[in-house]
């Protein structure tokens, strides 16, 4: 298991997998195009879910390469 792991996207699956490697004990980082996670939610849902995410990894969003 790496001791950094870097994140892709920001739906569904990227929220999965950042989930299981923080749970491993890596060092996660999320980077996503859309300004909030998870965007097939509800908006409140959306930025609570974001927020949450923000105080346990190191999360980017709103960036486009």
Do not use: K, P
Not at 41 to 60: G, K, L, M
Request: hydrophobic share 35%.
């Amino acid at each position: 298991m790496a001791d950094f792991d870097l994140i892709v996207g920001g739906g569904d699956l990227a929220a999965v997998i950042g989930y299981v490697y923080g749970a491993l004990r890596s060092e996660v980082t999320i980077i996503g195009r859309n300004d909030d996670l998870r965007l097939r939610e509800d908006v409140d849902v959306r930025e609570t879910f974001t927020d949450s995410y923000e105080r346990w990894y190191d999360v980017y969003t709103g960036h486009e390469g």
